[in-house]
């Protein structure tokens, strides 16, 4: 479960920034498997663990460290939109 998990909160960014495809295995997840993650999160069962934050201005850096292998956890991407780019 925790594969398809992953696989659904991923692949979606991977299939717009990166050059491979990623799909699943298990089809299109079902309303009630939404309404099961979304139990699990509210109860705090399946809680992010998040390694590292950058701002958009520090993607290739965020990217860099992804790669390396460091990040033990999620690397988050904020984006301010008080801040014009």
């Known amino acids: 479960m ?3 998990i992953k696989s659904m ?3 979606p960014l991977i299939r717009i920034w990166g050059s491979k495809k990623m799909g699943s295995m298990f089809g299109n997840p079902t309303q009630k498997e939404y ?3 979304i139990e699990l999160f509210e109860a705090g069962k399946l809680v992010p663990i998040i390694d590292k934050r950058y701002t958009l201005s ?3 850096e965020a990217f860099r460290y992804l790669e390396e292998g460091h ?3 999620k690397v988050i991407i904020t984006v301010d939109h008080n801040n014009k780019i």
């Open 2 to 4: 925790a594969q398809y």
């Open 9 to 11: 909160l991923i692949g």
């Open 35 to 37: 309404a099961f993650l």
């Open 58 to 60: 520090e993607v290739a």
């Open 71 to 73: 990040a033990r956890g």
